[in-house]
């Protein structure tokens, strides 16, 4: 039996095909503005690219911000429940997950057997996502690609106090106005996500081991910020991205 | 393969039954607005402005009319007008962190909204307590110097679990004391005397008003709930501003028997065999988004407890003497929940959750309001360690849409849905 999920975030829509609990593919494109369209896109992408026809698709389940345009799914579930099924698949032993989307970061508690235990979400604001870093990313003039790695180098990381991604900005660009050097602010950046997220993650009690996904898990200064601050490894999986659209594939054939 | 698509959310379109009385509440609410009037047009008759916690009855007692700056601040975000209202303050000044209420207060008395819009007039006194919240203190002494009316505070000392007897026997001679104070001010400010036969009529249907909200809440025990929180939110207003005035009574003895009727016949709120999920909600609800419970009926979610409205009514003793009279009014504004300390609050929590038979709990944390939203995450905590159910925090404001965002609530109740099922099926 072949199942899909298909994840439509802020960002970037996500597709993941599974067949008799084996992951057969990912697809990852832009969301654009039209998460009905780029739901279809995704899916229809993703079968043209595997060869796999639409009829051969036992069931889908959407998930994501956009998971209620996608019209053809047979049932939707929140992108907490789909990670934790995603990275339990991706190792069965995970405890704690540590989501950083587009516009919202999650940590979620599993119990031994990879069930939700408790979750929590970032506030209402943009600080501690990876709207955050696309922002600051232009303010440094840097390729987003590069911002972690380069915030990797630096010895003396700046302090940026600020918890506003607004007022980030500002005292930013006066960092740099003070001479700090870019791979400083950089590292400071990460720093000030990894201090946000660690005190979401105080509150759902984190147990190890901590595997981080979402699309900011590409970004390994902030891992090593984590890190940093919580003491701790954080795994991170080559499938980190389309971990949601994984786990709405697995959800799905159990449907 | 044919796909046969639910709508949104596996959501279903079910919507909750209200009960047949339900509407009756317009009665007390336009015999409050038809008071006011009264009140406001003959000369010898006296308005004040009055706070949660307040003892009301007082004011009845007195022929004062208790106008309420809460309740109004509550009809503006219904209305739709609490935003323009809070920003209308802050652009006066008040830092966005102040207390939605005040700030929509501040704001219906600045720009002279109308009463139905949630305006309030001119009081004859502002009387005001800091029993279950600190910003009423300066919220209505700033209000009453602006408005220049003469104003009076009393301070209540907060009643631990542990607090010894002798203790608590001081902090009540502390604050019958203040009662004196607040008579005597009365008194000299409205002209008003106090009219003992008066007194022990006003408590009497106060008393009853309390107990026919109880008996409410027994009947909510049932399964599924006959009356749910997204009624009771609006319902519970006679005990907010009408506690000793028939009117409330008559109302509450109504919703009691259809309440009745409902359990008799094993039926609840929810269209047969849908309930699913009983939950509790813990704070103040989103006034300007009163859907919010109502809507949770299409994942088969109803409120079926909420120590919010139960705490209006707590249980009241029939007193013969005066000071007896002062001596339980006092104990029973230093009893209030939310001023209890954790421990009891956790105990609390685990006997209602055991009681209404609750799968999870939403416990609302306000931005607006600390003694309700105080130690949340180690009640949610506790609640989780020691009944195994969801409890989701969401992070919200009572009286400011803008601290609500739709897609954000929506995933995470969404999520709370989740566990709650997934609870279930283990």
């Known amino acids: 039996m072949i199942t899909a999920g298909i994840d439509i975030g802020s960002i970037t829509a996500k597709a993941a095909l599974f067949k008799d609990g084996k992951l057969l593919a990912t697809k990852v494109i832009f969301t654009g503005y039209n998460a009905e369209a780029a739901g279809l896109k995704v899916y229809e992408e993703i079968l043209a690219e595997t060869d796999i026809d639409k009829k051969s698709i036992a069931k889908v389940v959407s998930t994501g911000y956009g998971r209620n345009s996608v019209k053809i799914a047979d049932r939707s579930y929140t992108e907490i429940m789909c990670h934790a099924a995603g990275a339990h698949f991706l190792n069965p032993h995970v405890r704690t997950i540590i989501d950083i989307g587009g516009q919202d970061s999650k940590a979620i508690l599993l119990d031994d057997g990879g069930k939700v235990k408790n979750f929590v979400m970032n506030d209402k604001c943009a600080a501690g996502t990876g709207r955050f870093l696309e922002v600051m990313a232009r303010a440094m003039e840097v390729n987003l690609d590069e911002f972690g790695a380069l915030s990797i180098k630096s010895k003396h990381p700046s302090k940026i106090s600020s918890l506003c991604t607004v007022f980030a900005e500002s005292e930013v660009i006066s960092l740099i106005a003070k001479g700090n050097q870019r791979i400083d602010i950089i590292a400071g950046i990460h720093e000030s996500i990894a201090s946000r997220i660690s005190s979401m993650i105080g509150r759902v009690g984190i147990k190890e081991p901590v595997m981080i996904t979402g699309g900011v898990a590409r970004n390994v200064g902030v891992i090593h910020a984590l890190e940093k601050k919580l003491g701790m490894n954080i795994e991170v999986s080559h499938y980190a991205q389309v971990n949601g659209a994984i786990g709405a594939a697995i959800l799905a054939a159990s449907l | ?426």
């Open chain 2, 1 to 426: 393969m044919d796909k046969v698509k639910k709508s949104g959310n596996n959501a279903r379109k079910i919507k909750l039954k209200t009960l047949p009385h339900a509407k009756d509440l317009k009665w007390p609410m336009l015999w409050w607005i038809g008071m006011e009037k009264i009140y406001r047009m003959l000369p010898w008759k006296k308005t004040a402005w009055t706070c949660a916690a307040f003892p009301i009855e007082l004011m009845w007692i007195y022929d004062i009319f208790p106008d309420h700056p809460e309740n109004m601040a509550t009809v503006a975000a219904a209305r739709k007008q609490s935003q323009r209202l809070i920003e209308h303050a802050e652009s006066m000044g008040f830092s966005r962190d102040l207390c939605s209420y005040c700030k929509t207060n501040v704001g219906a008395y600045d720009t002279k909204i109308k009463k139905t819009l949630g305006g309030i007039s001119k009081p004859d006194i502002v009387v005001c307590t800091n029993a279950i919240c600190d910003t009423h203190w300066k919220w209505f002494q700033i209000m009453a110097d602006k408005m220049n009316v003469p104003f009076f505070m009393f301070d209540i000392p907060k009643s631990v679990s542990g607090t010894d007897e002798k203790t608590l026997e001081g902090n009540i001679d502390y604050v019958v004391n203040q009662f004196y104070d607040l008579m005597t001010f009365i008194e000299k400010h409205t002209g008003k005397k106090m009219n003992e036969k008066r007194l022990y009529k006003v408590l009497d249907r106060s008393m009853e008003l309390s107990n026919l909200w109880r008996e409410i809440f027994e009947h909510r025990k049932s399964v599924p709930s006959p009356y749910s929180g997204a009624e009771t939110s609006a319902a519970f207003f006679p005990l907010v501003v009408l506690p000793g005035v028939q009117i409330g009574i008559n109302f509450f003895k109504n919703i009691l028997a259809d309440i009745k009727n409902l359990t008799a016949k094993g039926e609840g709120t929810m269209p047969k065999g849908q309930e699913k999920y009983r939950v509790m909600w813990e704070g103040i609800p989103f006034w300007y988004r009163m859907r919010f419970m109502y809507d949770l009926a299409q994942y088969g979610a109803v409120i079926a407890f909420e120590p919010y409205t139960y705490s209006f009514a707590p249980m009241k003793k029939k007193c013969l003497t005066m000071e007896e009279t002062l001596r339980d009014v006092a104990k029973l504004i230093m009893d209030t929940p939310y001023a209890y300390n954790l421990e009891r609050r956790i105990e609390n929590f685990e006997k209602w959750i055991d009681e209404y038979k609750l799968d999870g709990v939403i416990l609302h944390e306000n931005m607006s309001c600390r003694p309700s939203s105080a130690g949340m995450v180690d009640l949610a905590e506790a609640i989780r360690r020691d009944k195994g159910i969801p409890v989701l925090i969401l992070q919200c404001d009572m009286n400011d849409p803008r601290a609500y965002s739709e897609e954000q609530i929506k995933t995470r109740v969404e999520g709370f849905i989740e566990l709650m099922e997934a609870n279930k099926k283990r």
